[in-house]
């Protein structure tokens, strides 16, 4: 009988080696796996990677100076600003056959716009230059500086030429300049005039106000939770209900409510003066202001604190408390040393998803704000709606996203993430 073995690899049953068949069986099983979350992976980059870069992109694009004026822009560039002297008649014959193009691809108004937001006027100019400049004779009009300082003495102004050096380059950073109250100008960077500083303001008071509506939420919120995961389970499920019973309600309708009820001639208003707590030539002004935007913020946002705060405290055990008081200790000693500390991860939980939410907040704060209760995502909603400005918009949005981020950064520092529950 042999005593040999075979050395060999060990095979499937189908032949192949049992290594190169597992390897293949664990391909097919991360396949199937890929595919099943691919509609879902697919969903998020349409809707959340694209559109956030997109924005990103915005925030530095300035190609329309560039590609409206071809001729123009390379010539301008060795053009010296500070000897005081307009450019020379070569710059202005670029300017007259780039303007040609671009007023018959209507883009003369665009660029208009583009270094309005740079300095007033820019728009104007532009605009109505192009209905004359339509008629020029590129070929046989020449020299043209004179001609377009004939059409428009802006043209022999020389900071409409230093603006359009400045902001010549395809990509910029004015625009995260601007949404810091600051400004890229010929001499170099400057701060904005004072009539125009609000965006800081406006960053400074959304922060401000969402850590308030946060810390409104959570005293509300705490009480109402422990009742909730304290009481027997059926008075706990009708209780719930009417924690849930504003998602059924839609929320242009709760904030408009608030704008009746928070009004001089709204029904808190009555109540006050009907009780003799305020005269009636002495009605408090709680609309149009912060604490209007607080008050219906605090309420809509009330229920995202609740939840996460409830389905914690329902995990606590109560024999904990009875252990505490059977060795000594108080009602409050035993709440605060021994049920508050569990309940940290849901209020954690809680405060992420309120603070979160209220920075990006616009319908509320547009409703009841006024002009003393809005917050930068109004000013945001502004810029792409009325002023058109997309890329100041889309600074303004890329800044509110890195405050956000380091503010989860720290949080994550401090409290820690994997502290966080939602149940």
């Avoid at 670029?94 to 660029?111: G, I, P, Q, S």
């Avoid at 020449?142 to 230093?162: C, Q, S, T, V, Y």
């Avoid at 405290?313 to 060795?327: D, E, F, G, V």
């Amino acid at each position: 009988m042999s005593d040999t073995a075979d050395t060999g690899p060990v095979l499937a049953a189908d032949g192949t080696p049992l290594k190169r068949s597992l390897a293949k069986a664990l391909r097919v099983q991360k396949t199937r796996a890929l595919m099943l979350i691919a509609p879902l992976l697919i969903f998020v980059f349409i809707s959340f990677v694209l559109p956030i870069g997109n924005m990103l992109f915005r925030s530095v694009e300035n190609d329309i100076v560039e590609e409206t004026l071809p001729l123009t822009i390379p010539l301008l560039a060795k053009w010296d600003a500070s000897t005081g002297e307009l450019p020379d008649e070569a710059v202005y014959d670029a300017l007259a056959r780039d303007m040609v193009v671009a007023v018959d691809a209507k883009n003369h108004t665009k660029l208009g716009t583009r270094l309005n937001y740079e300095l007033t006027g820019m728009s104007s100019l532009f605009r109505k230059s192009g209905r004359v400049i339509t008629k020029w004779d590129v070929d046989a009009d020449a020299p043209f500086k004179e001609k377009f300082i004939d059409l428009h003495e802006d043209w022999g102004n020389i900071e409409i030429w230093k603006t359009i050096q400045t902001h010549s380059s395809k990509f910029t950073g004015g625009y995260f300049l601007n949404a810091i109250d600051m400004q890229k100008t010929p001499d170099g960077i400057a701060s904005q005039p004072e009539s125009k500083q609000i965006l800081v303001k406006l960053f400074t008071r959304t922060l401000i106000m969402s850590l308030v509506i946060m810390m409104s939420c959570i005293l509300l919120g705490y009480p109402v939770a422990w009742i909730l995961a304290n009481l027997p389970a059926r008075q706990s499920n009708m209780l719930m209900i009417l924690v849930l019973l504003p998602f059924w309600t839609s929320l242009l309708v709760r904030t408009s409510a608030w704008k009746v009820m928070l009004q001089q001639q709204g029904v808190i208003n009555d109540v006050l003066v009907w009780l003799g707590l305020v005269q009636d030539d002495a009605r408090l002004i709680m609309i149009n202001n912060q604490f209007g935007t607080i008050v219906a913020m605090t309420h809509i946002l009330l229920p995202f604190m609740i939840l996460p705060m409830y389905s914690v405290m329902q995990t606590i055990q109560p024999t904990y408390l009875r252990a505490a008081k059977s060795l000594g200790a108080t009602n409050w000693t035993a709440f605060w040393r021994v049920y508050f500390p569990q309940t940290i991860p849901g209020i954690g939980a809680g405060s992420i998803l309120v603070f979160i939410l209220s920075i990006g907040y616009y319908i509320t704060p547009e409703i009841v704000g006024g002009t003393k209760g809005v917050f930068i995502s109004n000013r945001i909603a502004y810029h792409i709606s009325s002023s058109l400005n997309w890329g100041l918009a889309a600074a303004l949005g890329a800044i509110l996203l890195a405050v956000v981020m380091i503010l989860y950064w720290a949080y994550d520092k401090i409290v820690g993430i994997d502290n966080v529950k939602l149940g």
